[in-house]
């Protein structure tokens, strides 16, 4: 990768969380920290085109599942894990650590110098919020994604009927 491209990796992925159904971005430790969340409780947070976000400081509810500090250079993902793979990414990637600022044993952080190829860091965030979107309950879990959780005893019918 050259060398100009390595330093747009934090920009690049920016909203790379977003595209996620169901995904907010909120600010509870200041606007120079994006913490994305999903099943936070906000009119029309799931079904926006948009994605939607919460003013600084505000508890939006739901669980976070991605963190992006804003104010260093290159940036730092922090990212949920399951914790046998979080220690073969931290043994095989330089730019990857234990969680900054979290569980070490959950959570790893990702330096966006773009030694870890954008399609390695998508993957890891959409693990991350698999993880998170699994902890939901199924009530939750139905307002993100109806169609891939449906609630216990409602049946959608089929294309055939």
Do not use: C
């Amino acid at each position: 990768m050259a060398g100009g491209r390595r330093g747009d990796q934090r920009q690049r992925l920016l909203d790379a969380p977003l595209q996620l159904p169901g995904a907010v971005l909120t600010h509870p430790f200041g606007e120079d920290v994006h913490v994305y969340k999903v099943g936070v409780a906000t009119a029309g947070a799931a079904s926006s085109p948009t994605p939607s976000t919460l003013p600084a400081g505000r508890h939006a509810g739901g669980k976070m599942f991605a963190i992006l500090g804003l104010s260093a250079e290159p940036g730092l993902l922090t990212l949920k894990v399951e914790p046998d793979h979080g220690i073969v990414l931290v043994a095989r990637h330089d730019a990857i650590t234990p969680g900054y600022h979290t569980n070490k044993r959950h959570w790893i952080s990702v330096l966006l110098d773009g030694s870890v190829p954008d399609d390695v860091v998508r993957e890891l965030i959409e693990d991350s919020y698999d993880l998170v979107l699994h902890t939901l309950t199924a009530r939750a879990r139905f307002e993100v994604d109806p169609d891939r959780f449906p609630l216990p005893g409602t049946h959608r019918p089929g294309p055939d009927a």
